[in-house]
């Protein structure tokens, strides 16, 4: 491990650990507090960064400044504004009363609580047009909210917030500005590892390991690098680990991010994810709200979905959406397959992937576009319903173009085996590669000791491999034609396609006979055995005496 993650890492621990020792681990808002604390440093940190070495007029002014805040802190705010415009749009806009070290220097008064709280709100303030998200009805998310307020014992905010800005002070980002992706993506697992869990909402929770989402990236985006004016797109976007990981490989600057999800607590997670990411400026494209009730993403005459180059998903498999089930069902031409029932027993297994899969494929390019999501196992052998509905249109249509089974255990928090179905809309692939790599990956514990697996680094390869270039392993892939697809029932299961062994030997005539030979002497001695212990079974029967009435 990297010295400077290392320390990224402790950083994340101590200010957990501040957490709790006032009382809130494992409290619902623990998380706003982590992250938003973590943000807040990483964008003074990034600005100080930026003053130092971005081509400005003022870079000689803060290059050699032995303290690059002290130094700032001597102009007046109408010249910090001046400082801010030519940053970019990437950087925040900070004043010397937003800085660290502004609030270092107040921790001696009683009311620090309130001075924490309002300088938060103040950069929210000041930044809500660039580093904002927004909800489907168009109101703004700021960055920044009061955070001492989650300390029930008023007299301990102060004391609160004090020691978070001890650990902020003694902690610099600037080693890590150029580590990038790599580096950010490991930091960012870790930091909300603690905050993954099935009770935290809709959606959000179904975190994507880093190794599927840069199978799904690198496969569907290739190692082509003369790309411009890309446009990617998550309906169920989560934290943000499939699109951060289909940005990476497109090139961050070549890009543009839109989402949508319906948890408040991903939202946050996702700024946090595009900030550290340097995609800022797709900050007001990641909407919070429900994608199959208000898609908020439209085409420009506003009446039909936005179409995009790169579209991928890991949408929840099974939850209850009866509350919403009538407005769904209402858009017949959005979910042309179907929508599942409501299960009035059984309401939390209703199959609401069904419902992505089809929003998936409706918001992919007509002809060029891409996209990949991931699925029950289960699904690509549907049977019937929906989910043979939506196999006939994807093989008819010739859009699937591959499909990778994962290990089982792979995800935090399901067991259920998943598979990730490929999609493209040029159509211009001519079979399907079908890889079935559930018996791959390396077994470990993760941080509440349950046993999970993961893909190794060379599996990660062997699988990008064998898919872009369709080739045919033994009991790991194949390569079928849509036709074959149809006479197996529509079933995009390797294993249905996997030839039956049958091992032969070649020996003679001689050879054979006597085989036969001993084969048929070892069935006969068998039988005289069989039939020996039935007649001595038949014999102490007969002998047995009759006890009162019976044997």
């Not at 800005?165 to 003694?170: E, R, T, V």
Request: aromatic fraction near 10%.
């Amino acid at each position: 491990m990297s010295d400077i993650k290392a320390k990224t890492i402790k950083l994340i621990d101590e200010l957990k650990a501040t957490c709790q020792a006032k009382g809130l681990g494992n409290d619902g808002n623990e998380f706003k507090i982590i992250t938003q604390v973590f943000l807040y440093k990483f964008l003074n940190d990034k600005f100080g960064y930026t003053l130092k070495t971005k081509d400005t007029r003022y870079k000689a002014l803060f290059a050699k400044a032995a303290k690059w805040d002290e130094e700032y802190a001597k102009l007046s705010e109408d010249e910090q504004k001046r400082v801010c415009k030519v940053l970019g749009a990437d950087c925040p806009n900070l004043y010397s009363r937003h800085l660290i070290s502004t609030l270092w220097n107040q921790q001696n008064k009683k009311d620090f609580d309130q001075i924490f709280d309002d300088t938060m709100e103040d950069i929210a303030a000041v930044n809500i047009e660039t580093f904002s998200t927004m909800t489907a009805e168009k109101a703004k998310i700021p960055i920044f909210e009061r955070l001492t307020q989650y300390v029930t014992d008023t007299s301990q905010r102060a004391a609160f917030a004090r020691a978070l800005i001890d650990k902020l002070a003694n902690f610099s980002f600037e080693e890590a500005f150029k580590e990038h992706y790599d580096f950010f993506a490991a930091v960012f697992e870790y930091l909300i590892q603690d905050y993954n869990t099935a009770g935290g909402g809709k959606y959000a929770e179904y975190y994507t390991p880093h190794a599927i989402a840069t199978i799904m990236a690198r496969l569907l985006v290739g190692d082509d690098e003369d790309l411009h004016n890309i446009e990617c797109y998550d309906p169920s976007a989560g934290t943000g680990t499939l699109l951060m990981a289909l940005a990476h490989q497109i090139g961050e600057d070549k890009c543009t991010i839109f989402s949508q999800d319906i948890s408040q607590r991903s939202n946050k997670m996702l700024k946090l994810n595009l900030i550290l990411n340097n995609l800022v400026s797709s900050l007001d494209n990641a909407i919070q709200g429900d994608t199959l009730v208000s898609p908020y993403h439209k085409s420009e005459d506003g009446t039909s979905l936005k179409q995009f180059d790169f579209v991928v998903s890991n949408p929840p498999f099974k939850m209850d959406f009866s509350d919403t089930h009538k407005d769904i069902a209402a858009q017949p031409a959005r979910f042309w397959a179907g929508v599942p029932n409501i299960k009035p027993n059984d309401k939390d297994k209703m199959e609401i992937y069904l419902c992505f899969i089809q929003h998936v494929i409706n918001s992919l390019k007509e002809e060029s576009g891409k996209g990949a999501i991931v699925v029950p196992t289960g699904f690509i052998t549907s049977k019937n319903g929906i989910g043979k509905k939506i196999l006939e249109k994807i093989v008819d249509e010739h859009i699937v173009w591959g499909v990778v089974s994962m290990p089982s255990n792979v995800f935090a928090n399901t067991g259920t085996n998943v598979s990730v179905l490929f999609f493209d809309k040029s159509k211009s692939s001519e079979n399907v590669i079908l890889i079935d790599a559930q018996k791959l990956g390396e077994e470990y514990k993760d941080a509440q000791g349950l046993k999970k697996r993961r893909l190794t680094q060379d599996e990660i390869e062997k699988i990008v491999t064998t898919f872009r270039k369709k080739e045919v392993v033994d009991d790991f892939s194949v390569v079928v034609s849509y036709d074959q697809i149809k006479e197996k029932g529509y079933a995009l299961s390797a294993g249905q396609y996997f030839d039956i062994k049958i091992e032969y030997v070649d020996i003679s005539e001689e050879e054979f006979n006597a085989q036969m030979k001993a084969d048929t002497d070892e069935l006969n001695s068998m039988f005289d055995e069989s039939h020996k212990l039935e007649s001595e079974i038949k014999k102490q029967l007969a002998g047995l005496e009759f006890v009162g009435g019976k044997k």
